[in-house]
């Protein structure tokens, strides 16, 4: 995202610092590891670690009602062009640090304001609801989109099998947070675990959507593997990635964007071209693959193009509540 200095002062201080040799190398010798022993017979829902390099196949309904006809962003392009700051804060570092998240075993923790807390383990979530894919566009607050064949089921479910109570008006997703894991996390570029919120009520929203894979395989970690979300009206930074814990709250939660500057996102952060980005104009966006020097840029839709969600605002100020 380019918002905050780096640890030196520094604007990108960070590709470099995280992504030592040994990360390389042992990069590389899973990689050949894969290959020699090949996980192209694995079959059915079996986790790996691998996931990120791996390709194992998940299957999926393609669901009718979110499918777009804009062409679908390269595989290539949604894995190595990312935003998932335990992994370094250059666009290319999480495809080559991410090895090192193990997502399995995994499980959430639902708590806070629910008939009783529990645990739900990967196994248990991918059994949650059918899987369906949707193609959804997902824009960046930096002024970039994609469009990716995401695999899951809106989140409504889990909410049902939460039973939140009366209280319940926000729901707080936090990532996982293990240094050991996650090498970004030495940088106090965020104040982590990253945590982001949405209302009940957006949570509930269809088009909420707990995502565990993309393009027909499980997803790669670099894109959030083993389970994150997908909320394609807002920028991309409230589909957190790599959720570890659901908590049903009370009061408007903080996110991890809102704290580090407030100013510049707040909590609702649907994408809206009229309003402005303090440091930038959010009118276009530049679609991913379509770059060229030619190449025009795409205008922003409001809510991203998902007008079903403009009933959830209505009376409220969007320049206001941004
Ligand atoms: N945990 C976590 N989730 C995260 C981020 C992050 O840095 N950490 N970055 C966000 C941002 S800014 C974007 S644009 C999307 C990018 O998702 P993608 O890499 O799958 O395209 O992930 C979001 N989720
Ligand atoms: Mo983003």
Redesign the pocket.
């Known amino acids: ?1 380019l918002i905050l200095p780096g640890p030196n002062g520094t604007d990108r201080p960070y590709a470099s610092e995280i992504t030592p040799r040994e990360v390389f190398e042992k990069r590389r010798k899973l990689l050949g590891m894969l290959a020699a022993g090949g996980l192209a017979g694995v079959s059915g829902l079996r986790w790996t670690d691998a996931a990120a390099q791996a390709t194992q196949r998940l299957a999926a309904a393609a669901n009718p009602a979110y499918q777009l006809t804009e062409k679908q962003t390269s595989r290539k392009d ?2 190595t ?6 992994f370094g804060t250059d666009k290319a570092d ?1 495809a080559q640090t991410a090895g090192t998240l193990k997502t399995h075993p995994w499980s959430i923790s639902i708590e806070g304001e629910v008939k009783k807390p529990f645990v739900l383990d990967l196994e248990a979530l991918l059994k949650l609801a059918p899987m369906e894919e949707r193609i959804y566009r ?5 002024g970039w989109s ?1 469009v ?1 064949p995401w695999i899951g089921y809106s989140l409504s479910h889990l909410i049902r099998r939460a039973e939140p109570n009366g209280n319940a008006r926000y729901i707080e997703f936090v ?2 947070n293990d240094k050991k894991q996650m090498p ?1 996390l030495n940088y106090p570029v ?1 104040d982590w ?2 945590t ?1 919120g949405l209302r009940l009520d957006e949570a509930n929203h269809p088009l909420t959507l707990l995502t565990f894979g ?1 393009y027909g395989e499980v ?1 790669p970690n ?3 593997a083993p389970v ?2 997908t909320v394609p009206w807002k ?9 570890v814990k659901i908590r049903f709250v009370r009061d408007q939660p903080q996110t ?2 809102n704290r580090a500057n407030g100013r510049e996102y707040g909590f609702y952060s649907n994408v809206n071209p009229e309003v402005d980005h303090p440091r930038w104009s959010q009118a276009s966006e530049r679609r991913i693959g379509e770059d060229g020097l030619f190449t025009r840029k795409r205008k922003t839709l409001m809510f991203n193009g998902y007008q079903e969600v403009a009933s959830l605002y209505s009376g409220m100020d969007l320049r206001k509540f941004y």
């Open positions: 995202m949604a894995t062009y990312n935003n998932f700051y335990e999480p997902l824009r960046c607050v930096e994609m990716i990532t996982l970004g965020l675990p990253y982001e993309m997803l670099q894109n959030g994150r979300l920028y991309g930074f409230k589909s957190a990635k790599s959720i991890s964007w």
